[in-house]
Protein backbone atom coordinates (compact mmCIF):
# COMPACT_ATOMS: atom_id res chain seq x y z
CA UNK A 1 0.00 0.00 0.00
CA UNK A 2 1.53 3.03 -1.24
CA UNK A 3 2.58 5.56 1.72
CA UNK A 4 1.89 9.01 1.78
CA UNK A 5 4.34 11.82 2.86
CA UNK A 6 3.17 14.79 1.77
CA UNK A 7 0.75 16.86 -0.66
CA UNK A 8 2.89 16.99 -3.88
CA UNK A 9 3.07 13.00 -3.98
CA UNK A 10 -0.30 12.63 -3.09
CA UNK A 11 -1.61 14.82 -5.68
CA UNK A 12 0.71 13.33 -8.30
CA UNK A 13 -1.01 9.73 -7.46
CA UNK A 14 -4.37 11.63 -7.63
CA UNK A 15 -4.23 12.86 -10.61
CA UNK A 16 -3.69 9.52 -12.36
CA UNK A 17 -6.81 8.57 -11.28
CA UNK A 18 -8.35 12.07 -11.50
CA UNK A 19 -7.78 11.66 -15.15
CA UNK A 20 -9.50 8.43 -15.98
CA UNK A 21 -12.81 10.65 -15.00
CA UNK A 22 -15.04 9.50 -18.78
CA UNK A 23 -12.62 6.58 -19.28
CA UNK A 24 -13.06 2.68 -19.62
CA UNK A 25 -16.75 3.29 -17.88
CA UNK A 26 -15.57 5.61 -15.13
CA UNK A 27 -17.99 8.43 -14.52
CA UNK A 28 -16.39 10.09 -11.64
CA UNK A 29 -13.79 9.37 -9.14
CA UNK A 30 -14.84 9.71 -5.08
CA UNK A 31 -12.67 9.71 -2.30
CA UNK A 32 -13.01 9.07 1.50
CA UNK A 33 -10.54 9.83 4.27
CA UNK A 34 -10.58 7.78 7.67
CA UNK A 35 -8.06 9.05 10.52
CA UNK A 36 -7.49 5.08 11.36
CA UNK A 37 -6.56 2.37 9.17
CA UNK A 38 -8.09 -0.26 11.63
CA UNK A 39 -11.84 1.67 10.98
CA UNK A 40 -13.67 -0.28 8.65
CA UNK A 41 -15.89 0.89 4.98
CA UNK A 42 -19.51 0.53 7.02
CA UNK A 43 -22.07 3.25 7.30
CA UNK A 44 -22.56 4.98 10.28
CA UNK A 45 -25.83 2.57 11.29
CA UNK A 46 -23.86 -0.32 11.76
CA UNK A 47 -21.07 1.46 12.93
CA UNK A 48 -23.40 2.32 16.29
CA UNK A 49 -24.77 -1.12 16.73
CA UNK A 50 -21.33 -3.22 15.26
CA UNK A 51 -21.22 -5.62 18.53
CA UNK A 52 -24.90 -5.34 19.52
CA UNK A 53 -26.28 -7.48 16.78
CA UNK A 54 -24.97 -9.47 13.69
CA UNK A 55 -28.52 -9.54 11.90
CA UNK A 56 -29.51 -7.62 8.88
CA UNK A 57 -33.13 -7.38 10.37
CA UNK A 58 -31.87 -5.89 13.51
CA UNK A 59 -30.12 -3.17 11.67
CA UNK A 60 -33.32 -2.54 9.19
CA UNK A 61 -35.92 -2.13 12.14
CA UNK A 62 -33.17 0.03 14.05
CA UNK A 63 -33.01 2.19 10.88
CA UNK A 64 -37.15 2.37 10.81
CA UNK A 65 -37.20 3.56 14.63
CA UNK A 66 -34.14 6.16 14.51
CA UNK A 67 -36.67 7.58 10.67
CA UNK A 68 -39.84 7.47 12.45
CA UNK A 69 -38.88 9.40 16.04
CA UNK A 70 -36.67 12.19 14.41
CA UNK A 71 -40.02 12.34 12.04
CA UNK A 72 -42.35 12.52 15.04
CA UNK A 73 -39.64 14.95 16.96
CA UNK A 74 -39.04 17.58 14.79
CA UNK A 75 -41.40 17.45 11.92
CA UNK A 76 -40.32 20.60 10.35
CA UNK A 77 -37.23 19.71 9.96
CA UNK A 78 -37.38 16.33 8.24
CA UNK A 79 -41.12 17.51 6.26
CA UNK A 80 -41.15 17.57 2.70
CA UNK A 81 -38.49 15.13 1.56
CA UNK A 82 -37.71 12.06 0.16
CA UNK A 83 -36.09 9.49 1.80
CA UNK A 84 -32.61 9.99 0.81
CA UNK A 85 -32.22 13.40 1.56
CA UNK A 86 -34.25 12.65 4.63
CA UNK A 87 -31.51 10.37 5.73
CA UNK A 88 -28.90 12.75 4.63
CA UNK A 89 -30.24 15.50 6.92
CA UNK A 90 -30.03 13.10 9.83
CA UNK A 91 -26.31 12.44 9.07
CA UNK A 92 -25.69 16.16 9.34
CA UNK A 93 -27.47 16.38 12.25
CA UNK A 94 -25.37 13.62 13.70
CA UNK A 95 -28.13 10.33 13.85
CA UNK A 96 -26.41 6.91 12.39
CA UNK A 97 -27.83 5.95 8.83
CA UNK A 98 -27.05 3.90 5.95
CA UNK A 99 -25.29 6.25 4.22
CA UNK A 100 -21.38 6.83 4.50
CA UNK A 101 -19.96 10.36 3.69
CA UNK A 102 -17.69 10.42 0.67
CA UNK A 103 -16.44 14.01 -1.09
CA UNK A 104 -15.70 15.26 -4.36
CA UNK A 105 -12.34 16.96 -3.49
CA UNK A 106 -9.41 14.43 -2.60
CA UNK A 107 -7.93 17.64 -0.21
CA UNK A 108 -10.98 17.13 1.69
CA UNK A 109 -10.57 13.30 2.06
CA UNK A 110 -6.45 13.86 3.13
CA UNK A 111 -7.72 16.22 5.67
CA UNK A 112 -9.99 13.88 7.72
CA UNK A 113 -7.82 10.85 7.12
CA UNK A 114 -4.85 13.28 9.16
CA UNK A 115 -7.06 14.69 12.00
CA UNK A 116 -7.85 12.86 15.02
CA UNK A 117 -6.00 9.18 16.13
CA UNK A 118 -2.48 11.14 16.04
CA UNK A 119 -1.05 7.70 17.35
CA UNK A 120 -2.55 5.44 14.33
CA UNK A 121 -2.17 5.40 10.47
CA UNK A 122 -5.14 6.55 8.46
CA UNK A 123 -6.32 6.08 4.89
CA UNK A 124 -7.52 7.57 2.03
CA UNK A 125 -9.87 5.77 -0.22
CA UNK A 126 -10.15 6.81 -3.91
CA UNK A 127 -13.75 5.17 -5.45
CA UNK A 128 -14.90 4.92 -8.98
CA UNK A 129 -18.57 5.56 -9.86
CA UNK A 130 -20.15 3.85 -13.21
CA UNK A 131 -19.77 0.57 -14.62
CA UNK A 132 -18.47 -0.61 -10.93
CA UNK A 133 -21.30 1.51 -8.70
CA UNK A 134 -23.57 3.91 -10.43
CA UNK A 135 -24.02 7.95 -9.26
CA UNK A 136 -27.71 8.84 -8.60
CA UNK A 137 -29.40 12.22 -7.25
CA UNK A 138 -31.65 11.76 -4.26
CA UNK A 139 -34.76 12.33 -7.22
CA UNK A 140 -33.61 9.05 -8.08
CA UNK A 141 -34.32 7.11 -5.09
CA UNK A 142 -36.58 4.84 -6.92
CA UNK A 143 -34.48 4.07 -9.75
CA UNK A 144 -31.38 3.47 -7.17
CA UNK A 145 -33.32 0.92 -4.87
CA UNK A 146 -34.60 -0.77 -8.10
CA UNK A 147 -30.80 -1.46 -8.92
CA UNK A 148 -30.45 -2.64 -5.08
CA UNK A 149 -26.39 -2.57 -4.86
CA UNK A 150 -24.18 -0.15 -3.43
CA UNK A 151 -24.27 3.21 -5.42
CA UNK A 152 -23.08 7.14 -4.92
CA UNK A 153 -25.77 9.58 -4.20
CA UNK A 154 -26.14 13.21 -4.01
CA UNK A 155 -28.50 14.69 -2.04
CA UNK A 156 -30.08 17.95 -1.32
CA UNK A 157 -27.45 20.80 0.05
CA UNK A 158 -28.42 21.43 3.58
CA UNK A 159 -25.63 23.46 5.12
CA UNK A 160 -22.72 25.36 3.94
CA UNK A 161 -20.58 22.45 5.73
CA UNK A 162 -21.89 19.60 3.03
CA UNK A 163 -20.81 22.33 -0.06
CA UNK A 164 -17.61 23.21 2.02
CA UNK A 165 -16.92 19.35 2.42
CA UNK A 166 -18.10 18.55 -1.65
CA UNK A 167 -20.00 16.12 0.45
CA UNK A 168 -22.50 13.22 -1.57
CA UNK A 169 -22.77 9.67 0.09
CA UNK A 170 -22.05 6.03 -0.22
CA UNK A 171 -25.57 4.17 -0.36
CA UNK A 172 -25.60 0.84 1.40
CA UNK A 173 -28.83 -1.54 -0.18
CA UNK A 174 -30.03 -3.88 2.66
CA UNK A 175 -27.93 -6.81 1.50
CA UNK A 176 -24.97 -4.55 2.02
CA UNK A 177 -25.78 -2.92 5.53
CA UNK A 178 -22.36 -4.56 7.08
CA UNK A 179 -20.61 -2.83 4.75
CA UNK A 180 -17.59 -3.47 2.22
CA UNK A 181 -14.06 -5.22 2.48
CA UNK A 182 -11.40 -3.01 1.86
CA UNK A 183 -10.29 -4.98 -1.44
CA UNK A 184 -10.16 -3.81 -4.70
CA UNK A 185 -10.42 -6.92 -6.36
CA UNK A 186 -13.67 -8.15 -4.83
CA UNK A 187 -14.64 -4.18 -4.79
CA UNK A 188 -14.20 -2.85 -7.92
CA UNK A 189 -15.57 0.21 -7.31
CA UNK A 190 -12.35 0.85 -5.02
CA UNK A 191 -9.58 2.28 -7.09
CA UNK A 192 -7.15 2.64 -4.41
CA UNK A 193 -6.41 2.92 -1.00
CA UNK A 194 -3.56 4.79 0.20
CA UNK A 195 -1.81 4.87 3.73
CA UNK A 196 -1.36 7.93 5.92
CA UNK A 197 1.39 7.23 8.08
CA UNK A 198 0.82 8.67 11.97
CA UNK A 199 4.19 10.64 11.94
CA UNK A 200 3.37 12.34 8.89
CA UNK A 201 -0.54 13.61 9.66
CA UNK A 202 1.24 16.96 11.23
CA UNK A 203 3.01 17.95 8.70
CA UNK A 204 0.20 16.78 5.84
CA UNK A 205 -1.93 18.87 8.11
CA UNK A 206 -0.07 21.97 8.02
CA UNK A 207 0.28 21.47 4.04
CA UNK A 208 -3.19 21.13 3.64
CA UNK A 209 -4.06 24.41 5.59
CA UNK A 210 -1.39 26.31 3.44
CA UNK A 211 -3.76 25.47 0.59
CA UNK A 212 -6.53 26.52 2.42
CA UNK A 213 -7.65 23.29 3.54
CA UNK A 214 -8.51 23.26 7.69
CA UNK A 215 -10.96 23.20 9.83
CA UNK A 216 -12.16 27.26 8.92
CA UNK A 217 -13.33 25.97 5.69
CA UNK A 218 -14.05 22.91 5.80
CA UNK A 219 -17.30 23.62 8.92
CA UNK A 220 -17.42 26.97 8.13
CA UNK A 221 -20.61 26.70 10.37
CA UNK A 222 -19.74 25.55 13.31
CA UNK A 223 -18.37 28.82 15.45
CA UNK A 224 -16.83 26.12 17.99
CA UNK A 225 -14.08 24.95 15.42
CA UNK A 226 -13.49 27.73 13.94
CA UNK A 227 -12.61 30.01 17.17
CA UNK A 228 -10.19 26.86 18.32
CA UNK A 229 -8.37 27.10 15.09
CA UNK A 230 -8.19 30.94 15.01
CA UNK A 231 -6.84 30.90 18.57
CA UNK A 232 -4.71 28.07 17.74
CA UNK A 233 -3.05 30.84 14.81
CA UNK A 234 -3.13 32.87 17.66
CA UNK A 235 -0.84 31.31 19.90
CA UNK A 236 1.21 30.20 16.76
CA UNK A 237 1.70 33.76 15.16
CA UNK A 238 2.99 34.85 19.22
CA UNK A 239 5.26 31.94 19.84
CA UNK A 240 6.85 31.10 16.30
CA UNK A 241 10.36 33.01 15.52
Not at 122 to 134: C, D, K, P, R, T
Not at 221 to 230: L, S, T
Request: net charge positive; glycine share 6%.
Amino acid sequence: MKRIKNIEEYLKIIKKFYDTEGCGGIDKIYYRGQSDSNYKLIPSLIHRLDGYTEDDENYIAFESKIVNEAKLEYPNMFADNNQIDELALMQHYGLPTRLMDVTESPLIALYFACIGNKKCDGEVFIFNSGINASIFSSYEEKRMKKENKIAFVKAKIFSERQRAQQGLFMWFPDKKLRGIEKNPTKNPFISKILNVPADKKGKLLSELKMIGISSKSIFPDNIDICCKDMLKDIVKDAYSC
